[in-house]
């Protein structure tokens, strides 16, 4: 079994200053604002370290710090916020798009969106940005007649798609670049700008920010994104069986109390998102809602950020406490929060919310049919399935319960493909007193 190399103990606590805002969701957490300073009395693990602020003890995330009196560009690990050498590594080889490619609902869809817009993508210019193997460029080429496809891919697969391309015969009209597409130059602007780059919960990975980028260098105005809108989806659910594995699993295991346990494994299993969750339809509460909403012709890189404050590393001295509070509010970012208001529909276990994406494909022709990827619980899974997120403790509800509260997308200011997400809920009932709650959790920083 694999384990977390864990630092010894040092004897002495090292300081550490806090880069960013931190709102703990457990008891066993701390909350600091940018700029404390912290005791690190153990780095437990790589990602949660115990530490003391004023006096208070509890666990911080590591990410968030930085040694005191370390210059920013010190720590090596913070080079490269992208994380780009393992991020498009990983890309470099076949097994992610082996799972991409597999993924039928996915692949069909784009395919799709290229068999029904085939007419209007007559003579046009298309950029597939992040093409992996080039399998919507083909699709291209192959089921409608545009004048050319940029294939851009940044990892080192874009070599083997050459050859693809070249092997299929659309080396006439596919064109494969390799690199960052905010950092390419490309010959002309584009008519279409192609891509499939969501990631879980629709936008870890980050790799909105350079389609947003990419289409505010290179879509002609009046040019079309594909994508031309995405949407999180959010339900209050049951999730019996994981809580029965993870949780319910230590009261008896073969005779034995192993009810101590539990609060560990509360902080393992509880404290981060569980992806490639599968949710069965009957596990949801009520009827999902849509949370976030993306405009991808609006949305700008600068609604990806949800700040804590006017700049993460420092605040202007000049600028008086009233003020710095009048502006943060202001910066809050509409697009990574969402309001939700659900109606209990049936009695039951309040595990957590389980959430997916949706993305919409606008017609190239007036008043032609939109194409949607559906990645919810109603549709055919995806390699994607769906994100689960677990309160700290079940909770019994009702039929006519509300639970209302928002959900907050926080990206990472330091990880810059990373983001928490925080959730505040309140839930009124007929049958029980009112209870509020809120969590935070990583993904993955
Ligand atoms: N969550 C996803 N859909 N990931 C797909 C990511 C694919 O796009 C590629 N990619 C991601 N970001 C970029 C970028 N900025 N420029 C070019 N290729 C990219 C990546 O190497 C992989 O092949």
């Given at each position: 079994m694999q384990t977390e190399k864990v630092e010894e103990e040092d004897d002495a606590p090292e300081e550490y200053v806090a880069l960013c805002d931190f709102t703990a969701s457990g008891s066993e957490q701390l909350s600091f604002i940018t700029g404390d300073k912290l005791l690190v009395h153990n780095k437990s693990s790589a990602d949660w370290w115990w530490a003391e602020l004023q006096g208070v003890i509890g666990y911080v995330p590591a990410s968030y710090l930085r040694l005191d009196g370390a210059e920013e560009g010190d720590d090596a690990s913070l080079e490269d916020p992208w994380q780009d050498d393992e991020y498009f590594g990983s890309y470099g080889t076949l097994r992610l798009h082996l799972e991409m490619l597999s993924d039928r609902s996915r692949t069909e869809t784009y395919r799709q969106v290229i068999v029904s817009n085939s007419a209007s993508l007559r003579d046009k210019v298309v950029m597939d940005l992040?093409?992996?193997?080039?399998i919507i460029s083909m699709f291209c080429a192959q089921l409608a007649k545009p004048?050319?496809?940029?294939?851009?891919?940044?990892?080192?697969m874009a070599e083997h798609t050459r050859q693809l391309v070249k092997q299929n015969g659309c080396e006439e009209v596919v064109t494969v670049l390799q690199g960052r597409a905010e950092e390419l130059e490309l010959p002309e602007q584009v008519d279409i700008l192609v891509s499939e780059w969501m990631g879980n919960c629709l936008l870890f990975e980050f790799m909105v920010e350079s389609v947003l980028l990419a289409r505010d260098r290179?879509?002609?105005?009046?040019g079309v994104m594909w994508p031309s809108s995405a949407a999180l989806a959010l339900v209050p659910c049951q999730a019996d069986s994981y809580y029965t594995e993870t949780m319910a699993f230590w009261e008896r295991p073969y005779g034995l109390d192993f009810t101590p346990l539990q609060p560990l494994a509360q902080q393992e299993f509880f404290t981060k998102p569980k992806f490639s969750h599968l949710i069965d339809p009957e596990d949801c509460l009520c009827a999902p809602c849509d949370v976030i909403c993306l405009n991808m012709y609006t949305?700008?890189?600068?609604?990806?950020e949800v700040s804590n404050g006017l700049l993460y590393y420092k605040r202007?001295?000049?600028?008086?406490v009233y003020l710095l509070i009048l502006m943060e509010h202001s910066f809050i970012s509409q697009e990574m929060t969402g309001e939700f208001q659900f109606c209990v529909e049936k009695p039951g276990i309040f595990h957590g919310f389980t959430a997916w994406f949706t993305v919409q494909f606008e017609s190239l022709e007036m008043g032609g049919a939109t194409v949607e990827l559906n990645t919810g619980p109603n549709s055919d899974p995806t390699h994607w399935k769906q994100t689960l997120f677990m309160l700290d403790r079940p909770i019994q509800v009702y039929a006519g319960d509300s639970i209302h509260g928002n959900i907050v997308l926080r990206r990472n200011p330091v990880w810059r493909r990373h983001m928490t997400v925080a959730l505040h809920w309140t839930i009124n009932s007929n049958t029980d007193d009112s209870q509020a709650g809120t969590k935070s959790f990583p993904m993955w920083r």
């Open positions: 992040g093409c992996g193997t080039g004048s050319m496809v940029y294939a851009v891919e940044a990892s080192s290179w879509l002609r105005d009046g949305v700008q890189v600068r609604d990806l202007p001295q000049f600028l008086s």
